[in-house]
């Protein structure tokens, strides 16, 4: 099977054809992994895994973000109710 590469605004793109991407499960906005091997050119999908709270956290040392109480003062004009 043959394919074109094309220019695509200021780069290039190749056009992959339907039955290509219906037999691997390729959408549209999928993400590819490319990679290069003895001169060939390699398209991995990447899997992408929503990680749980828990992994999120351990990837900033354990800390959610850097939110801690700010005290504004006392409450003023129409903030008093």
């Known amino acids: 099977m043959e394919t074109q590469?094309?220019?695509w605004g200021n780069g290039q793109g190749i056009?992959?054809?339907r039955l290509v991407m219906n037999?691997?499960?390729?959408?549209?906005n999928d993400t590819l992994i490319m990679e290069i091997?003895?001169?060939?050119?390699?398209?991995?999908?990447?899997?992408?895994?929503?990680?749980?709270?828990e992994e999120r956290a351990a990837a900033y040392g354990g800390k959610l973000g850097p939110?801690?109480?700010?005290?504004?003062?006392?409450?003023?004009g129409r903030e008093v109710l």
């Open 37 to 53: 091997e003895d001169g060939k050119i390699i398209l991995r999908r990447k899997t992408f895994r929503h990680r749980s709270l």
């Open 67 to 76: 939110y801690t109480e700010y005290d504004w003062g006392e409450p003023e």
């Open 5 to 7: 590469v094309v220019k």
């Open 23 to 28: 037999e691997l499960g390729i959408r549209v």
């Open 15 to 17: 056009r992959i054809p």
